[in-house]
């Protein structure tokens, strides 16, 4: 069955700091995957998406992922974070077309001055 | 603007009565999805409708019901079986092509009293 593990819980850095975000998936074929961002107590944002083609995509907000097949992962980098980035962060691998994403638990990031 | 308006933002529910979320988006998107997040989980498919007059359960339908009459509309009934409604749903959609990514609507978080 298709799974999405996000080891981490919350994960705490300082404004200006890199971020990566770990994703690892379980699929038999070739997966959709996803980021999405969430605010509280708001809907999910798309930060990006990986069906096909180069294995490093860029997304919105200065965010970017890396599909690593050989390590069933997809973590999520930016460079230099800002306070505004604070937020919970999904991982979603869809299956059946994309019909039926599945998400991972979320991590949320907190980010101190 | 396109999206999609999810009300009431806030619904209480006394034991034992169904309620009825409203989900309706003008992206005119094939495909629509009710999730629902408790914290620590992250999202968890109930239903989702890739055309008009036809829906798939999802990894917990028990004591939910949806119906997809118009392109537009996708509403969700909490039944007085589903044993632990409190949680936020959320509403989503996608074009057919859902590996591009689904678009949230803003959530109902349902409290029973």
């Known amino acids: 069955a298709q799974s999405v593990t996000q080891p981490d819980i919350h994960i705490t850095v300082s404004e200006g700091a890199s971020l990566e975000l770990r994703c690892n998936y379980s699929?038999?074929?070739?997966?959709?995957l996803f980021w999405y961002v969430q605010s509280p107590g708001q809907g999910l944002q798309l930060l990006l998406k990986y069906f096909s083609g180069d294995t490093l995509v860029q997304g919105i907000k200065g965010f970017e992922a890396e599909f690593k097949r050989s390590q069933s992962s997809f973590n999520l980098r930016k460079p230099s974070v800002h306070w505004s980035d604070a937020a919970e962060y999904f991982c979603?691998?869809?299956?059946?077309?994309?019909?039926?994403?599945?998400f991972g638990a979320g991590t949320r990031l907190f980010v101190k001055a | 603007d396109g999206g999609i308006t999810q009300s009431p933002k806030y619904l209480f529910r006394k034991e034992g009565q169904n309620v009825t979320l409203s989900c309706e988006q003008n992206?005119?998107?094939?495909?629509m999805y009710w999730y629902r997040q408790d914290p620590g989980q992250g999202l968890r498919l109930i239903y989702y409708?890739?055309?008009?007059?036809?829906?798939q359960k999802g990894d917990i339908a028990e004591g939910y019901s949806v119906s997809r009459e118009k392109k537009e509309s996708f509403p969700l009934t909490v039944t007085s079986a589903q044993k632990n409604p409190t949680a936020f749903y959320l509403c989503?959609?996608?074009?057919?092509?859902?590996?591009?990514?689904?678009?949230f609507g803003s959530g109902t978080r349902l409290t029973v009293v």
């Open positions: 409708s890739q055309i008009v007059n036809d829906f």
């Open positions: 992206l005119n998107h094939d495909a």
């Open positions: 989503a959609s996608s074009s057919d092509r859902a590996y591009y990514g689904y678009t």
């Open positions: 699929y038999g074929a070739t997966p959709y």
């Open positions: 979603a691998v869809g299956a059946n077309g994309g019909f039926k994403t599945i």
